[in-house]
């Protein structure tokens, strides 16, 4: 009876279990899944690349951008780099970068503090801050392109105290300064609702026990809630620094890397040498440098979120 019980578990086992050529299409269909995935990204992003490398690379002109591509090795990099507007392309881009993170990461969580509190008032400021935040650049640009203008409204309202208008994006000193208060003001929704998210993340056994202990608002944010954020904070610096180093469209708008070169930072001087002065070799070792700076601010990134993922 046993052994016939047995036998009939067995060939119910093997019944269930799939043939072999079935186990190999089922190893196979994760791949499958995938394929369109792998041909988007190849067709939009390492293509694209590929061929900037190899630009990078090439004496490549208006005369021969269709053709044949002479191969010049690392001629190219070695006389961007040898240059000093490279260098202070770079410094002007660090500097939109230290505007960002003090913006995003003071500023958000500040506002992130406030709007941690349910209510009609939070719920209207969040929703006026998803619109802002999904406004294209385009159209945000050229509203704050009128606004900061030497006849706009933010001279009229500072002529209403008594200050002589300021050439906001038309004086060298200023300009960088104006377009990066842009930038920070474009990219602050974002930054908040990352930090309120984790805000609300927080159990709020936390939040209690510290108020039981007689610790403030305030003290109890700084205190105990910002060592919390520590990771969420670490992530979205290292997303700031990446935005400010990729960040092209409000400059095009707004000053088009002008007066001068006062804002001409590394996207935008490789926009105006491929495109404006036509030297397409030139602007793509620019853009393979500003390239190399985002992979370097990236691994620590990638390296965060794999910790977190193990954790």
């Known amino acids: 009876m046993t052994a016939t019980v047995t036998r009939a578990g067995a060939e119910r086992l093997t019944r269930q279990r799939p043939a072999p050529r079935q186990r190999r299409r089922f190893a196979r269909l994760p791949a499958v899944y995938l394929l369109p995935a792998a041909a988007i990204l190849i067709g939009f992003a390492v293509y694209p690349m590929f061929v900037l490398l190899r630009m990078s690379v090439s004496d490549v002109g208006p005369t021969n951008i269709v053709g044949e591509w002479d191969f010049i090795g690392l001629q190219n990099f070695a006389e961007v780099l040898s240059g000093s507007e490279v260098w202070q392309s770079a410094l002007r881009t660090s500097l939109v970068a230290a505007v960002l993170l003090a913006s995003n990461l003071v500023l958000g969580f500040l506002a992130a503090s406030i709007l941690a509190v349910g209510g009609r008032v939070t719920n209207l400021v969040l929703g006026i801050m998803v619109f802002v935040w999904a406004l294209p650049p385009i159209v945000s640009g050229s509203v704050w392109k009128f606004l900061l203008d030497d006849s706009g409204a933010v001279n009229g309202l500072i002529g209403l105290v008594g200050v002589e208008p300021v050439s906001w994006l038309s004086s060298p000193s200023l300009a960088l300064w104006a377009v990066a208060g842009v930038v920070a003001w474009a990219s602050l929704p974002f930054s908040t609702l990352i930090l309120r998210g984790g805000l609300l993340a927080i159990p709020a056994e936390v939040i209690e026990a510290a108020a039981i202990d007689g610790a403030g608002y305030w003290r109890t944010r700084f205190q105990i809630v910002l060592p919390l954020l520590r990771p969420t904070l670490w992530i979205l610096a290292i997303l700031t620094v990446l935005y400010a180093f990729k960040s092209f469209d409000f400059f095009y708008v707004l000053t088009k890397g002008g007066p001068g070169t006062a804002t001409n930072t590394l996207?935008?001087?490789?926009?105006?040498?491929?495109?404006?002065?036509?030297?397409?070799?030139?602007?793509?070792?620019?853009?393979?440098v500003s390239m190399l700076f985002v992979v370097l601010i990236a691994i620590p990134y990638v390296r965060s979120i794999r910790s977190e993922v193990s954790e």
Do not use: H, L
Not at 271 to 279: D, I, R
């Open 267 to 288: 996207p935008v001087q490789s926009y105006n040498s491929a495109f404006m002065n036509f030297e397409m070799s030139t602007g793509a070792t620019v853009a393979v």
